[in-house]
């Protein structure tokens, strides 16, 4: 009899499988592993088991030689032939479990996330038990509901078919690795020579240059110098109401207007002909469904949400079985999970409270078509009591159902009307519209192109009529650059996007990195460059690390391996020849000394809380006081969890922290919290206990 292990990614994800599974199951979850008899989908014994995210690692550079725990110049750059995985800490025992499941298995399952990450993860774990060989079949879903799963095992893939996503996940991991560890290493001993003790300065091949792009804003906003322009517009009235002709045109000088006007004797009044009155009737569909850089988006403009809140809190929907897989880059779904959604339509409406109509009830190629992996955001029939829901996961989740309801709802119409006059070379215009049909734009929040479209109906005008214009001028100047938000860093069409650095799954975590490495900070809901993240500029700004083109350059080539028209030794090749030309080319690097005397001051964590006498200072494992008469002692990890050098500070100073995700309990399940010191000093958790209708 074949004995199936079916490796899951997650312990939920797992459960799932084994309900879609069938037949009979016995739980052995102590042991790491699910057992399901008489499947109608898979015959023989099956013994359904799972990760917990990464199990194996790649491991640092201290495992490879000793000698190498110390950071030192002579060392690097560090170039192993063949590297070395290990056990993720805190993990060994499910890592035990699963190895245990597959020696008893003829055969292995992949069923991981189907992405390039859930296969890294997979190909990781069978390496390091030595299974790989049992690998044949890969189960390809993009949905955890039952008849989805039951689909997926009736129609399992080869695995062959899905190892190219593995080849490009690993030589993104290795050439990460490769990058990260040596520049870091690299770049924090020079900051040390140039006398900045006590901080790392984190390199990475994504990270570095999303840093470099917000400094260089922050510069830009620095240095900014407003230019002057002028305008003109004319200002006319009929059937009581105010028409406004504006000219899009910036005049350059006071004196060119002058011209302008001279030239045209432009003085009020000033008798004009309407030149052409056009009519148009406009039709617009709904917005497209949503993936996770649309969602991050519209959440920061509605509720000021992070990148990492909104992945953070759709991750949670989605474990709870209420939205489908959220690092999705797609905005369309099949037409079989159209035709799922129209049939739930009227319960999604009731949820919401809608009355909106839903009249589309056929599928359009906005909304459906193909997609490689994931399909846009969507709820799931299992519907969840949104008064029990904390009110993220509520505004969440209620703007997933939104705009897929949206998807059914009839089309947006309405008349605009264009009218022109032309003055010498320059063309007047004013535009009015008048809605003929409020369609999916009759939903509560769904307010998209309001602030590009003139509202109201303009009085009639007709081709070739004279009407007196006030003539007005106004001055004006152009703007420095805003500054970068969780929207326009991290989300739809932003300018992580648009340069390709990272991806829909990972431009929040990159950011999150940045956080909490202290190279940046939300400042009134925008994000600015620390003092460090100065420091880090001036070393790297010369160099290809910092370059957003070079990273880019290497996604694309990513992509290429993910396609199969790639080569990963290659890609490797080229890493590792770049960072030994980056450690190479400079030798010494010389920091202003304002900004090493700021970079040291913000690596200084304050006063201590309890004595107030000494410093704090930051340790291998915890943060204690420089009085030795003190005995206050932070410990860097709280439940599994690894604290950011914010939350840090935030704790020193007498603050609770923002909530912090990936906290784990005694039971191994993932938590989120806010943490503060208790009236003795220790650490304590902070949840937050309301629940209210978003």
């Given at each position: 009899m074949t004995t199936y292990a079916v490796l899951a990614e997650k312990p939920d994800m797992a459960r799932k499988l084994v309900t879609g599974l069938g037949g009979k199951k016995t739980a052995h979850t102590q042991d790491g592993y699910i057992e399901v008899q008489d499947s109608p989908?898979?015959?023989?014994?099956?013994?359904?088991?799972?990760?917990?995210?990464?199990?194996?690692e790649m491991a640092p550079f201290d495992e490879y030689d000793p000698k190498l725990k110390k950071w030192d110049l002579a060392t690097l750059p560090f170039m192993p032939t063949k590297y070395v995985m290990q056990v993720r800490d805190g993990v060994g025992k499910q890592y035990n479990n699963v190895k245990r499941v597959f020696k008893e298995a003829n055969q292995i399952i992949i069923a991981t996330d189907p992405d390039r990450e859930g296969e890294n993860i997979a190909y990781l774990i069978v390496d390091q038990t030595g299974d790989r060989d049992k690998v044949t079949k890969r189960l390809w879903v993009n949905s955890l509901l039952p008849k989805a799963v039951q689909d997926g095992f009736k129609q399992l893939r080869d695995a062959g078919e899905t190892y190219n996503y593995y080849k490009e996940s690993h030589s993104r991991q290795i050439s990460d690795w490769l990058v990260g560890m040596n520049m870091t290493r690299y770049y924090t001993l020079?900051?040390?020579?140039?006398?900045?003790q006590g901080t790392v300065y984190s390199a990475g091949r994504v990270q570095t240059p999303v840093m470099v792009l917000i400094v260089k804003n922050k510069l830009e906003r620095d240095h900014f110098v407003p230019v002057p322009f002028w305008t003109i517009s004319g200002e006319t009235e009929k059937d009581g109401q105010k028409v406004i002709f504006r000219n899009a045109t910036h005049f350059e000088s006071e004196e060119q207007l002058r011209e302008f006007v001279n030239a045209n004797q432009l003085v009020t009044p000033y008798m004009a002909t309407i030149g052409t009155v056009q009519k148009e009737h406009k039709i617009k569909q709904s917005p497209k469904l949503l993936n996770l850089a649309a969602l991050t988006s519209l959440a920061n403009a509605k509720w000021g949400y992070t990148g990492d809140e909104v992945l953070q809190t759709v991750q949670a929907l989605y474990d709870a079985d209420y939205v489908t897989y959220p690092r999705t880059e797609e905005e369309v779904i099949s037409e079989e999970e159209f035709g799922i959604l129209a049939d739930r339509v009227d319960a999604y409406k009731e949820l919401l409270d809608s009355t909106v109509a839903t009249p589309q009830l056929t599928p359009r190629k906005r909304y459906v078509g193909a997609y490689q992996a994931h399909p846009a955001l969507m709820p799931t029939g299992k519907l969840p009591e949104l008064a029990k829901l904390a009110g993220r996961d509520a505004n969440i989740y209620q703007a997933i159902v939104s705009q897929v309801l949206m998807m059914f709802m009839a089309d947006y119409e309405?008349?605009?009307?264009?009218?022109?006059?032309?003055?010498g070379d320059q063309q007047f215009v004013a535009r009015?519209?008048?809605?003929?049909?409020?369609?999916?734009?009759?939903?509560?929040?769904?307010?998209?192109e309001d602030a590009t479209e003139d509202a109201g109906a303009l009085p009639v005008f007709a081709e070739g009529e004279r009407v007196a214009l006030t003539i007005q001028t106004a001055k004006g100047e152009t703007k420095p650059p805003k500054p970068y938000t969780p929207g326009t860093l991290g989300g739809k069409n932003s300018i992580m996007e648009k340069l390709n650095l990272g991806t829909a799954a990972t431009r929040a975590a990159i950011i999150k990195t940045l956080v909490d490495r202290e190279y940046i900070e939300l400042v009134k809901k925008a994000y600015e460059p620390t003092d460090k993240a100065m420091v880090m500029y001036t070393m790297v700004k010369d160099s290809l690390l910092g370059s957003p083109e070079m990273t880019a350059a290497w996604e694309d080539y990513l992509a290429k391996i993910e396609q199969g028209d790639g080569d990963p030794a290659t890609f490797i090749a080229n890493v590792r020849k770049f960072v030994s030309q980056e450690i190479g080319k400079a030798?010494?690097?010389?920091?202003p000394p304002e900004q090493v005397k700021a970079a040291i001051e913000q690596s200084s964590y304050g006063t201590c809380p309890k004595c107030r006498q000494g410093t704090i200072t930051k340790g291998k494992h915890n943060y204690y006081c420089s009085n030795k008469e003190c005995d206050f002692v932070l410990w860097s990890k709280m439940a599994s969890k690894t604290l950011p050098d914010s939350a840090v500070r935030a704790l020193i100073a007498g603050k609770t922290t923002n909530e912090i995700s990936g906290f784990k309990s005694k039971a191994g399940k993932s938590f989120k919290a806010k943490v503060k010191l208790d009236n003795e000093f220790k650490t304590t958790f902070v949840f937050d206990s309301s629940k209210r209708k978003g």
């Amino acid at each position: 009899m074949t004995t199936y292990a079916v490796l899951a990614e997650k312990p939920d994800m797992a459960r799932k499988l084994v309900t879609g599974l069938g037949g009979k199951k016995t739980a052995h979850t102590q042991d790491g592993y699910i057992e399901v008899q008489d499947s109608p989908y898979l015959t023989g014994r099956i013994l359904v088991t799972w990760a917990i995210g990464h199990l194996i690692e790649m491991a640092p550079f201290d495992e490879y030689d000793p000698k190498l725990k110390k950071w030192d110049l002579a060392t690097l750059p560090f170039m192993p032939t063949k590297y070395v995985m290990q056990v993720r800490d805190g993990v060994g025992k499910q890592y035990n479990n699963v190895k245990r499941v597959f020696k008893e298995a003829n055969q292995i399952i992949i069923a991981t996330d189907p992405d390039r990450e859930g296969e890294n993860i997979a190909y990781l774990i069978v390496d390091q038990t030595g299974d790989r060989d049992k690998v044949t079949k890969r189960l390809w879903v993009n949905s955890l509901l039952p008849k989805a799963v039951q689909d997926g095992f009736k129609q399992l893939r080869d695995a062959g078919e899905t190892y190219n996503y593995y080849k490009e996940s690993h030589s993104r991991q290795i050439s990460d690795w490769l990058v990260g560890m040596n520049m870091t290493r690299y770049y924090t001993l020079r900051a040390q020579g140039a006398g900045i003790q006590g901080t790392v300065y984190s390199a990475g091949r994504v990270q570095t240059p999303v840093m470099v792009l917000i400094v260089k804003n922050k510069l830009e906003r620095d240095h900014f110098v407003p230019v002057p322009f002028w305008t003109i517009s004319g200002e006319t009235e009929k059937d009581g109401q105010k028409v406004i002709f504006r000219n899009a045109t910036h005049f350059e000088s006071e004196e060119q207007l002058r011209e302008f006007v001279n030239a045209n004797q432009l003085v009020t009044p000033y008798m004009a002909t309407i030149g052409t009155v056009q009519k148009e009737h406009k039709i617009k569909q709904s917005p497209k469904l949503l993936n996770l850089a649309a969602l991050t988006s519209l959440a920061n403009a509605k509720w000021g949400y992070t990148g990492d809140e909104v992945l953070q809190t759709v991750q949670a929907l989605y474990d709870a079985d209420y939205v489908t897989y959220p690092r999705t880059e797609e905005e369309v779904i099949s037409e079989e999970e159209f035709g799922i959604l129209a049939d739930r339509v009227d319960a999604y409406k009731e949820l919401l409270d809608s009355t909106v109509a839903t009249p589309q009830l056929t599928p359009r190629k906005r909304y459906v078509g193909a997609y490689q992996a994931h399909p846009a955001l969507m709820p799931t029939g299992k519907l969840p009591e949104l008064a029990k829901l904390a009110g993220r996961d509520a505004n969440i989740y209620q703007a997933i159902v939104s705009q897929v309801l949206m998807m059914f709802m009839a089309d947006y119409e309405y008349d605009q009307t264009t009218v022109t006059i032309a003055v010498g070379d320059q063309q007047f215009v004013a535009r009015g519209k008048v809605v003929t049909q409020a369609g999916w734009r009759a939903m509560t929040g769904a307010t998209e192109e309001d602030a590009t479209e003139d509202a109201g109906a303009l009085p009639v005008f007709a081709e070739g009529e004279r009407v007196a214009l006030t003539i007005q001028t106004a001055k004006g100047e152009t703007k420095p650059p805003k500054p970068y938000t969780p929207g326009t860093l991290g989300g739809k069409n932003s300018i992580m996007e648009k340069l390709n650095l990272g991806t829909a799954a990972t431009r929040a975590a990159i950011i999150k990195t940045l956080v909490d490495r202290e190279y940046i900070e939300l400042v009134k809901k925008a994000y600015e460059p620390t003092d460090k993240a100065m420091v880090m500029y001036t070393m790297v700004k010369d160099s290809l690390l910092g370059s957003p083109e070079m990273t880019a350059a290497w996604e694309d080539y990513l992509a290429k391996i993910e396609q199969g028209d790639g080569d990963p030794a290659t890609f490797i090749a080229n890493v590792r020849k770049f960072v030994s030309q980056e450690i190479g080319k400079a030798q010494t690097i010389e920091l202003p000394p304002e900004q090493v005397k700021a970079a040291i001051e913000q690596s200084s964590y304050g006063t201590c809380p309890k004595c107030r006498q000494g410093t704090i200072t930051k340790g291998k494992h915890n943060y204690y006081c420089s009085n030795k008469e003190c005995d206050f002692v932070l410990w860097s990890k709280m439940a599994s969890k690894t604290l950011p050098d914010s939350a840090v500070r935030a704790l020193i100073a007498g603050k609770t922290t923002n909530e912090i995700s990936g906290f784990k309990s005694k039971a191994g399940k993932s938590f989120k919290a806010k943490v503060k010191l208790d009236n003795e000093f220790k650490t304590t958790f902070v949840f937050d206990s309301s629940k209210r209708k978003g």
